[in-house]
């Protein structure tokens, strides 16, 4: 099994940036493929980003292309999350998953292991 944590959120002004972090514990992280959700109040769970166990393959929702940028330490056992350029609709609950053996998640069934989650505020 592996444990997720997340850090990295807070308050920002739109146009700012932010550094997402996805902490692994337990089960060594490069035997997971690696993804990022968001949850916005009201709205449905959606993948932002997603990894594959090596960080040779990526994954971006048209939301977050060309403004995000995900990758993994594997030694630090830690996924990052870049985020650029935010907008007041980046404003959501960021979730860290997880699949054993996993490529590219994105679909949320498809993740086995959640984080808590990590809250950004994006201002105008």
């Not at 959700?37 to 009201?42: I, K, L, M, Y």
């Not at 995000?68 to 630090?76: E, V």
């Not at 650029?84 to 590219?104: E, H, K, M, Q």
Request: overall charge positive; some cysteine; hydrophobic content about 35%.
């Amino acid at each position: 099994q592996v444990q997720l944590v997340e850090s990295g959120g807070g308050l920002v002004q739109a146009g700012g940036s932010l550094r997402l972090s996805c902490a692994a514990s337990g089960r060594t992280l490069g035997d997971y493929g690696v993804a990022w959700f968001r949850q916005a109040p009201g709205k449905e769970r959606e993948v932002v980003s997603a990894i594959d166990r090596l960080g040779g393959t990526t994954y971006y929702a048209v939301s977050a292309k060309g403004r995000f940028i995900i990758s993994r330490d594997n030694a630090k056992k830690t996924v990052y999350l870049q985020m650029n350029s935010l907008r007041p609709d980046d404003t959501a609950v960021y979730y860290c998953a997880a699949r054993l053996f996993g490529g590219i998640i994105v679909r949320r069934e498809h993740a086995e292991y959640w984080g808590q989650g990590t809250q950004v505020t994006v201002s105008s």
